[in-house]
Nanobody
């Protein structure tokens, strides 16, 4: 099991940037795919991005491609989500998640550990 704690959410104007951080602990952190999901009010949780254990492979949802960047620091046990050119439709609670798969995946069922989430609000 991996324990995850997100931070970095907040209120930002459209066009602005935020950097989310997720601190991970657990004996298998370095072997896990890490991902970000989000859930807007009244909507289902949706995939945002995922990164392989080495950082060499990434996967992004179409709505965030070319605007968001996922990265990880295995030495520091952290994964990041750099969000640029934010839009009001990016408003959601963002969750960090860990998977034991070896390649990035966008399926929530592949992720066994989840954080509590951090709120991102983008004003127009």
């Amino acid at each position: 099991q991996v324990q995850l704690v997100e931070s970095g959410g907040g209120l930002v104007q459209a066009g602005g940037s935020l950097r989310l951080s997720c601190a991970a602990s657990g004996r298998t952190f370095s072997m896990a795919v890490l991902g970000w999901f989000r859930q807007a009010p009244g909507k289902e949780r949706e995939f945002v991005a995922a990164i392989s254990w080495s950082g060499g492979r990434t996967l992004y949802a179409d709505p965030v491609k070319d605007r968001f960047t996922i990265s990880r620091d295995n030495a520091g046990n952290r994964v990041y989500l750099q969000m640029n050119s934010l839009k009001p439709e990016d408003t959601a609670v963002y969750y960090c998640a860990a998977s034991q798969r070896l390649v990035p995946t966008d399926r929530p069922a592949d992720f066994g550990s989840w954080g509590q989430g951090t709120q991102v609000i983008v004003s127009s």
